[in-house]
């Protein structure tokens, strides 16, 4: 068998397992590999300018396309600068490979320089984290890699590559070598048929859809089985566009954060929940005694230790959510007769019709309502949106639409700030690979978390990776103002200084990109029509700064029965 370099093996598996581009920083530690991607091609390549927003490239890139993206740094810092990407990807549910390069192992022991214990150090937040000691084993921890990435409930997985390893050959033949089957998770027949006899015998059941229905790629599978049993659709922020916003059967979202008031009142009416993919996060459930209530859960997960993490539901079934909600709709067909749920239906429609937030504001400062009013009416279903963690994101959830899995991508269990700035850049070029480059992403961010990874800027423009930011700034650290409400105090939140405080359209020049500042509601509609022309043209990120009421606040609550609006 012909002798290859390990690191030349490592990228043939890489590229067999449908990798076309890998987001990282080259350093000493990892050269190897890097010579073997330039040697063999056919994987590209964008240079970071930190390892955390390699992983958040390769973390918008994989929830995009489905697929397990990877990021590569060299040792020491590289490494730790990966774990928030790490445990952002571990928490939602993104398949991911984070590649390390290491000192040689016969320097591990005697503190060499950039050599850290990165394989511990990211266990608790990883699939697998593993350090390659043999270069023969390189191509097959990858395709393991591989395999533990994206079977069961998908996330990431870090290698550590000790530079040694990376200069040896090894024995492998390419031509005789494929990716390592990923076993389903199938239901079984008896508990799907239980979970329609307690959907039947319910007066107002509700289908909750989570994350794990947009990474499953069961949307139109949720939708058929609506459908034909008449059920209302609610989903988490993770589950956001697995059935659209407009579709006849959307219930909203409940929950104390993010979340419409008749979504909360449709729930809290409720008597029996069939929850797929779900993982009962308390922004979603608030106080548990109220939101469990009187009421029948079913929850189906694809991994069994999910099931009673947070509380013991009615039933619990292990399984991948679409194979779950093909076979309870196939069940469903071979039943003689359905129950239909026309007063239930007509119940969920008044109340949606009567509980609307209002968001037609023309105040100054801006009414931050009034910005989802503009983003809805400006782009089409097929945008992708990208959202962090802040006040921003709680009014995306209450306000905003989505129409399509995978086009509404929010952090949501991790909440990184900054996260958007390089996870739009993982999503563009996701759609680039897919023939769809002229597709829309937009990033929806905060003035504050803007600044976390805003260096990344660099690298969309020096790429041409083009896309629309558009920033709610209330130069406060305005999440945190909220909580602090509970505290009676303001203290070590507003970030404001000088006249206007950052220039966030000279920061955007400053790397090359444009942007305006917006202060009036009526100039929102035309600054967002500049922006996404301005992108095209300029084919580099485009900001659209809009100065929002600073103490503004969200719904919040203790309980989905005493959420309040201010």
Not at 166 to 177: G, R
Request: net charge negative; glycine share 8%.
């Amino acid at each position: 068998m012909a002798q290859m370099p390990a690191m030349a093996a490592a990228v043939e598996v890489m590229k067999s397992e449908g990798v076309d581009i890998a987001f990282g920083c080259p350093g000493a530690a990892i050269l190897p590999l890097y010579k073997a991607m330039e040697q063999d091609g056919g994987i590209d390549h964008l240079t970071v300018r930190h390892e955390e927003g390699a992983t958040h490239m390769a973390d918008g890139w994989a929830r995009t396309n489905g697929k397990v993206g990877v990021a590569i740094g060299t040792s020491g810092p590289a490494g730790t600068n990966m774990i928030t990407g790490l445990y952002t990807a571990q928490a939602d549910s993104i398949p991911m490979i984070c590649l390390t390069g290491q000192a040689p192992t016969d320097k591990l022991h005697k503190e060499a320089f950039q050599a850290v214990d990165i394989v511990d150090i990211a266990k608790p937040v990883t699939k697998w984290a593993v350090q390659v000691k043999e270069a023969a084993q390189v191509p097959w921890v990858f395709r393991e890699a591989f395999r533990i990435a994206r079977e069961g409930r998908p996330g990431p997985v870090l290698i550590d590559l000790p530079l040694n390893v990376q200069t040896q050959e090894i024995e492998w033949d390419s031509s005789v070598d494929e990716p390592l089957p990923v076993h389903p998770v199938r239901p079984r027949a008896a508990p799907v048929a239980k979970a329609l006899d307690l959907l039947q015998q319910a007066e107002r059941p509700l289908i909750l859809a989570g994350g794990g229905v947009v990474v499953a790629d069961a949307g139109e599978e949720l939708r058929q089985v609506a459908e034909l049993l008449d059920v209302p659709v609610q989903v988490t922020l993770m589950g956001k566009g697995s059935l659209p916003d407009d579709h006849r059967l959307n219930a909203g979202m409940t929950g104390v954060q993010t979340t419409q008031k008749y979504a909360n009142q449709s729930f809290l009416e409720s008597d029996v929940v069939l929850a797929v993919g779900a993982r009962f996060g308390e922004r979603h459930t608030g106080a548990l005694d109220v939101y469990r209530g009187d009421r029948t859960f079913i929850h189906v997960d694809i991994e069994p230790t999910q099931i009673g993490k947070v509380f013991g539901p009615g039933l619990g079934i292990v399984s991948d959510a679409r194979l779950f909600l093909t076979e309870l709709r196939e069940q469903a067909l071979n039943r003689v007769s359905l129950k239909r749920f026309d007063s239930w239906t007509a119940r969920v429609d008044e109340l949606k019709e009567t509980l609307e937030r209002p968001v037609d504001f023309d105040s100054v400062p801006i009414n931050p309502a009034r910005v989802y009013k503009e983003i809805n009416e400006a782009f089409d279903p097929e945008t992708y949106f990208i959202l962090a963690i802040g006040l921003y994101q709680i009014w995306s959830g209450m306000y905003q639409k989505a129409y399509k899995p995978r086009h509404y991508q929010v952090c949501g269990q991790a909440g990184p700030l900054g996260w958007e700035v390089p996870a739009c850049i993982g999503v563009k070029k996701a759609l680039e690979s897919q023939g769809k480059g002229d597709t829309e992403v937009v990033g929806v961010v905060g003035d504050y978390g803007f600044q976390f990874m805003v260096e990344e800027l660099a690298v969309a423009a020096q790429y041409d990776v083009p896309y629309v930011l558009i920033m709610l700034n209330n130069e406060y650290l305005g999440l945190i103002r909220q909580a602090s409400l509970g505290y009676d105090m303001n203290y070590q939140v507003d970030i404001h200084y000088d006249e206007a405080g950052t220039d966030n359209v000279k920061l955007m020049e400053s790397y090359g990109c444009s942007g305006t500042r917006v202060a009036r509601p009526e100039e929102i509609a035309d600054a967002i029509a500049w922006a996404r022309k301005e992108a095209v043209s300029t084919s580099r990120p485009v900001l659209v700064e809009i100065m929002i009421e600073r103490e503004a606040n969200t719904a919040r609550g203790a309980s989905i029965d005493a959420v309040v609006d201010d």
